[in-house]
């Protein structure tokens, strides 16, 4: 086990209660937890409203927008997902298959 587990940035997932997409969420969650155990200080999962899925992670200049449906179009694929978070928490880290699926 890693010393610095937990000490790392915090990503939030904001998801619209109304859209149902509390699921989708705790997916993408439970998959950047299994993925960036060691990076990420952990996953917050918070109730949102007006169609909104955004993800963040906190940064030290504040909150960086990681994915947001409405600009981006949609919901991402994991491995998307994992190569944005990965760029801003752990840009050193390889991704295994991910990484070789994007080439």
Same mark, same amino acid.
């Given at each position: 086990?890693?010393?610095?587990?937990?000490?790392?940035?915090?990503?939030?997932?904001?998801?619209? /209660? #109304?859209?149902? *997409?509390?699921?989708?969420? +705790? *997916?993408?969650?439970?998959?950047?937890? +299994?993925?960036?155990? #060691?990076? /990420?200080?952990? /996953?917050?999962?918070?109730?949102?409203?007006?169609?909104?899925?955004?993800? #963040?992670?906190?940064?030290?200049?504040g909150p960086r927008t990681v994915w947001n449906r409405k600009t981006d179009g949609g919901f991402p694929e994991i491995g998307e997902l994992k190569r944005r978070v990965? #760029?801003? /928490?752990?840009?050193?880290?390889?991704?295994?298959?991910?990484?070789?699926?994007?080439?």
């Open positions: 086990m890693s010393a610095t587990r937990g000490a790392g940035p915090v990503i939030t997932i904001r998801y619209c /209660v #109304d859209c149902r *997409w509390l699921l989708r969420a +705790q *997916w993408y969650a439970g998959e950047l937890l +299994q993925t960036f155990a #060691d990076e /990420v200080g952990g /996953v917050l999962v918070a109730p949102a409203s007006g169609a909104m899925f955004r993800i #963040d992670v906190d940064g030290p200049d990965r #760029d801003l /928490v752990a840009p050193e880290k390889p991704l295994g298959h991910t990484d070789r699926a994007a080439e």
